[in-house]
């Protein structure tokens, strides 16, 4: 019984991503990327904040965007509207990350950047959501279903909100014009560190 729920669990969501795969808007992504390289121009910083498991995902692609280039913080999205959006400046770009799109914390947090002056990408599931329309660019993150009996735990969302923001965190590496040698300064360490050394050694 377990281990024909752990394969329906894996089907849906092989064929919930699947299926997502194919409504990323490259356009968007695009429009992402540019928001934030002109931010750089400006000495603007990127942000990344999310809510419950989102924020999870928040910490996450703030770590992958700074090591490939793109320095990016981590915003605690409840602790924002209690202090910590002294850490963001007009010239920045705050990433909001929201299965529904309908957080009462996001939204508040939201209406206090627009009064700061920066600008916000949002990431969601809702396609008519008030994060998408309160953004200023919108990035569609969103599943039919999550994958298990209950239809509540993120499961299948939090995977597709990391791939298009993976996406994003490619175009952002490709505008840095990422090497290895700079790479490797910011992963000494470790077995990945290690590798770029025996790579760079063979050549």
């Known amino acids: 019984m377990q281990t024909k729920q752990l394969e329906q669990y894996i089907n849906v969501v092989t064929s919930e991503l ?8 490259t356009l968007q992504l695009l429009a992402a990327s540019n928001l934030i390289s002109q931010s750089k121009k ?4 990127l942000h990344v904040t999310g809510v419950g498991k989102p924020s999870h995902v928040a910490e996450y692609v703030a770590a ?6 793109t320095p990016t913080y981590f915003l605690d999205t409840t602790e924002a509207v209690h202090g910590s959006l002294g850490q963001v400046r007009a ?7 929201s299965n529904s799109g309908e957080t009462t914390e996001v ?3 939201l209406k206090a950047l627009e009064k700061i002056g920066a600008k916000t990408i949002g990431v969601s599931g809702g396609e008519d959501s008030w994060l998408k329309e309160n953004s200023d660019v919108f990035l569609f993150a969103g599943v039919q279903v999550e994958g298990d009996e209950l239809n509540k735990p993120p499961r299948a969302s939090i995977l597709a909100e990391i ?15 990422l090497d290895l040698a700079e790479y490797y300064l910011y992963h000494p360490g470790g077995k990945l560190g290690e590798s770029i050394c025996e790579m760079e050694g063979e050549k």
């Not at 400006?42 to 910083?45: A, D, I, S, T």
């Not at 010239?91 to 990350?97: K, L, M, R, S």
């Open 91 to 97: 010239e920045d770009i705050v990433i909001v990350i």
């Open 64 to 69: 992958l965007n700074s090591s490939v280039g």
């Open 42 to 45: 400006e000495n603007g910083r």
């Open 163 to 177: 791939m298009v923001l993976q996406c994003l965190s490619i175009l952002l590496q490709q505008e840095k014009e």
């Open 107 to 109: 939204k508040a947090m």
């Open 18 to 25: 699947t299926d997502f795969a194919t409504k990323i808007d």
